[in-house]
């Protein structure tokens, strides 16, 4: 249940009604002028103490909430700079690339131009890398944050990187544009708690065994802290199948769309791990109406020193590009 709270209703009442009530306390003028009360999905009739309290209330049930379209039917907009909004209703999908990882500051430099080239606005590249083994490369850090950094800048461009653990969380937050959540820290508390207490927009990635409502739990913790600017990222999901690196559950992503007022991003590199899908199911996801594709871009693959195997290379991006534009018209979408 969300409890919007009268707006005479101060902060040290709000404190207390929510203590008392073993509610979290929310304040957001993107959803309400006043405090806000999150009770449990348990939680289905109004407390007859909070009425008098109370502007009005929403009675959710499940606890997936401030991400419910019965919350708010219209899908949030995620505003990354004063042109660049991605989510809302103009029917527009932001493509971002990049490598899996910014290994110099040339091969960004390159991915930039690239990006300039066919007017893709946001950068990607991982500088703290979640690896499944400690002897694989493991990012170049703060030194590759302070790279994305510059070249961006230089380049118009925004950024988007990913936190690995809750010890570089701080840094992360202050060079990029979007914080990525990565599917292996989907359910690390202090990442989420520590994303929820600032406002930067936030791409929370789908756990890969996790369920469609864990995942948006997930958001939620950020949510429910204040920082309404969450968009949810499907890239893949452990199935049985062996043959690809994932599957990636494009019946889940309508799932979201219907249940859900987030924006949505598909990531096909991960899903499918191979970089032979990555254009196939580039399109099949931009033909569902998604509101952005998170595609991993190299200069020369086959050195990369990170998932070496899934990134394309420039002239098949640039290709994905071109077959992405011809397809917008015939959907009813904008390619940005």
């Not at 909004?85 to 493509?95: C, K, M, P, R, Y």
């Not at 990882?101 to 893709?120: F, G, N, R, W």
């Not at 590249?125 to 850090?141: A, E, N, V, W």
């Not at 950094?149 to 990187?161: G, Y």
């Amino acid at each position: 249940m969300i409890v919007h709270l009268k707006t005479t209703i101060g902060h040290d009442e709000a404190k207390r009604l929510a203590q008392t009530h073993q509610a979290i306390l929310t304040h957001n003028t993107q959803w309400h002028t006043g405090f806000i009360l999150t009770l449990s999905s348990k939680v289905k009739e109004l407390p007859a103490d909070l009425t008098q309290y109370a502007e009005d209330y929403v009675v959710l049930d499940t606890d997936i909430q401030f991400a419910s379209r019965s919350y708010q039917d219209q899908k949030a907009e995620v505003r990354i700079a004063e042109d660049l909004v991605i989510g809302g209703e103009d029917n527009s999908t932001w493509l971002m690339t990049g490598p899996c990882s910014v290994e110099s500051k040339a091969q960004i430099e390159t991915i930039a131009a690239l990006c300039k080239t066919h007017d893709v606005r946001i950068i990607r590249g991982g500088c703290y890398k979640p690896r499944t083994s400690p002897y694989s490369f493991q990012g170049l850090g703060l030194e590759g944050l302070q790279i994305l950094r510059e070249v961006a800048d230089a380049n118009d461009l925004k950024v988007i990187t990913e936190v690995r653990d809750a010890s570089h969380v701080q840094d992360v937050i202050e060079h990029a544009d979007i914080i990525q959540i990565g599917a292996k820290a989907m359910y690390d508390h202090g990442i989420l708690r520590a994303c929820g207490n600032q406002s930067k927009p936030v791409l929370l990635k789908r756990g890969f065994n996790s369920t469609l409502q864990e995942f948006v739990q997930a958001a939620e913790f950020i949510l429910s802290l204040g920082n309404p600017n969450v968009i949810l990222c499907e890239r893949g999901i452990r199935t049985f199948e062996k043959a690809t690196r994932f599957t990636l559950d494009l019946c889940g992503v309508s799932w979201l769309k219907e249940h859900c007022n987030l924006p949505i991003v598909v990531d096909p590199s991960h899903a499918i791990g191979y970089r032979f899908g990555v254009a196939d199911l580039s399109r099949a996801s931009f033909a569902m109406g998604i509101d952005g594709l998170l595609i991993e871009c190299h200069p020369n693959p086959s050195e990369a020193k990170s998932d070496a195997a899934q990134q394309i290379n420039q002239e098949m991006f640039s290709e994905l590009a071109a077959s992405l534009r011809k397809m917008a018209p015939g959907i009813g979408r904008r390619l940005k």
